[in-house]
């Protein structure tokens, strides 16, 4: 029987990926930063480790708790929508820290064993912002571009090892937590310059005529561990895959 190791699946993508795998009879390290046996199904394969990605000890201790893994999703991540000029270094920092440092971290700790067995699958969990650039998202595209690069550069270097490196690239999915997750970091960054602008961008976000669903990405993210031949980046949910299609 393989084994998952997920991170960030207190919600959103990661607990429904999490919970996906499980039903398809594979063993889950679902991994959170405050561990909560709640908020998942109640299963013999299913194990909750604390682990927070900016944190060196809590990596060593997860991924020295989870033993033997077969496949690493790294989808923990934070957002932030805001002016540049409205954001702090801090909170440019925090952003990188989480979604760029903390997904090569995983990475790099968890690769020795796959090395080792010449066996592995790694998942990162970036955007589609990243295909097509929004305003007022500069922070957040660029943590998400620079693990998209990354990982196409990593996916290289390890195909002599037989260990792959996939991208799962979501569209907006309203149901998550990650909006509200975002909003604290979000205080009091709007410029008075901008405050028009912005508007308009708020606007026009509306109501949107397509979204991504959690289930698309645990979808996607299955495809991306079980199927060898899938390429490198794949896009999750209908406005995701709209947007690849016309890039
Ligand atoms: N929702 C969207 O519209 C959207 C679109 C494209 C891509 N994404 C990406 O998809 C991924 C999942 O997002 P989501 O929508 O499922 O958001 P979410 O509901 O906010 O889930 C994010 C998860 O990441 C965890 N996390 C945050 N910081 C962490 C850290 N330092 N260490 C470990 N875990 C941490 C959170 O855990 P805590 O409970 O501890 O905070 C939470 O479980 C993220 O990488 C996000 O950037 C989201």
Do not use: H
């Not at 060593?60 to 893994?69: L, T």
């Not at 998942?123 to 690069?149: C, E, G, H, M, R």
């Not at 991306?224 to 031949?229: K, L």
């Amino acid at each position: 029987m393989k084994t998952v190791l997920i991170t960030g699946c207190s919600s959103g993508f990661g607990l429904e990926t999490a919970r996906y795998f499980l039903d398809r009879d594979w063993q889950v390290v679902a991994t959170m930063r405050t561990p909560r046996d709640d908020v998942m199904p109640r299963s013999e394969r299913l194990r909750v480790l604390a682990l927070d990605v900016t944190n060196p000890d809590s990596i060593r201790q997860a991924v020295q708790a989870a033993g033997p893994i077969d496949a690493l999703v790294n989808n923990a991540g934070i957002g932030m929508l805001g002016a540049l000029e409205g954001t702090s270094m801090q909170v440019a920092r925090e952003v990188f820290e989480t979604n760029t440092f903390g997904t090569i971290a995983m990475t790099q700790a968890m690769l020795p064993q796959f090395r080792e067995r010449k066996a592995g699958v790694i998942v990162n969990v970036t955007s589609s912002v990243t295909l097509k650039s929004l305003p007022l998202l500069s922070v957040y595209t660029a943590s998400k571009a620079a693990i998209n690069a990354f990982t196409e550069s990593l996916a290289l270097e390890l195909q002599p090892f037989n260990v792959r490196v996939s991208l799962v690239l979501p569209g907006r999915a309203p149901e998550t937590s990650f909006g509200a997750n975002a909003r604290s970091r979000m205080q009091g960054n709007s410029p008075e310059a901008y405050a028009a602008f912005a508007q308009s961008v708020f606007a026009g976000m509306g109501q949107p005529s397509l979204i991504t669903r959690a289930l698309d990405v645990a979808e996607a993210v299955w495809r991306a561990v079980n199927d060898a031949s899938c390429p490198v980046r794949i896009a999750a949910g209908a406005d995701a895959v709209a947007l690849a299609e016309s890039c």
